[in-house]
Nanobody
């Protein structure tokens, strides 16, 4: 199970740190990712961090403003978002990758099979 937290209302230019606590499968072995879904839009990839070597992946829309990290000892993944924009407003979902996830599919929603409940991020202009 995955439990996301840390969302909230923030002014444009502000920062938020999202957290996701995981239980169940061995945390360190799996790629963890964040997706988001804005009202009326499809869910989209935000960022991912690989389990075996900590490699990080970012969507172009957040590159340079977001940092994903993980603390395997605490089964937790984080997403630090800076310089937030109104277009970052969405429900942010934490998710765990499937076994055998291939690198080329890191940004694909179908590569993930365990989803948290989401945390709302609202950025006011």
């Amino acid at each position: 199970q995955l439990q996301a937290s840390g969302g909230g209302l923030v002014q444009a230019g502000g920062s938020l740190r999202l957290s996701c606590a995981a239980s169940g499968r061995t945390f360190s072995s799996y790629t963890m990712a964040w997706f988001r879904q804005a009202p009326g839009k499809e869910r989209e990839f935000v960022s991912a961090i690989r389990g075996r070597d900590g490699a990080r992946y970012y969507a172009d829309s957040v590159r340079g403003r977001a940092t994903i990290s993980r603390e395997n000892a605490k089964n937790t993944v984080f997403l630090q978002m800076n310089s937030l924009k109104p277009e970052d407003t969405a429900v942010y979902y934490c998710t765990r990758g499937r076994s055998g996830l291939i690198t080329s599919a890191t940004r694909a929603e179908a590569s993930y099979d365990d989803w948290g409940q989401g945390t709302q991020v609202t950025v006011s202009s």
